[in-house]
Structures are given as C-alpha cells and as structure tokens.
C-alpha cells in the first residue's frame, strides 16, 4: 500500500534525487533578521502599551 508521502520514493527510503546539487536546507538570513527586528519591536509594544495612561491633553491660554 502506498502512503500520502510514498511519492518518488524506492523501497520505502528517503527521497534521493538525480541531481548532483545535494545541499541541506539553509534559512534566508536577511528574512530572518527582519522577521526578529520587527517581533521584537512589536512585542516591545505589547508590553509597553498597556502601562500607557490615557491622559486628557489640554491646553491651557
């Protein structure tokens, strides 16, 4: 019986492709850094923002 992920594969062995380009997956390193800047800087926000009062601001003449 075949399963979902049986696609390409001989005797039920990890897929091994034809090409001789056998290289291990790496992240992208400039989408990773803008991805943990901007988490960071949102999660900065969600901490801060509810220690934030809200205040009337009035002016005075």
């Given at each position: 019986?075949?399963?979902?992920?049986d696609?390409?594969?001989?005797?039920?062995?990890?897929?091994?492709?034809?090409?001789?380009?056998?290289t291990?997956?790496?992240?992208?390193?400039?989408?990773?850094?803008?991805?943990?800047?901007?988490?960071?800087?949102?999660?900065?926000?969600?901490?801060i923002?509810?220690?934030?009062?809200?205040?009337?601001c009035?002016?005075?003449?």
């Open positions: 019986m075949r399963g979902w992920f696609g390409f594969r001989s005797d039920g062995g990890p897929t091994l492709y034809a090409y001789s380009n056998r291990s997956v790496y992240g992208d390193i400039p989408t990773i850094t803008i991805c943990i800047l901007f988490l960071t800087v949102f999660l900065a926000f969600l901490t923002f509810p220690g934030v009062r809200k205040e009337v009035t002016m005075h003449r």
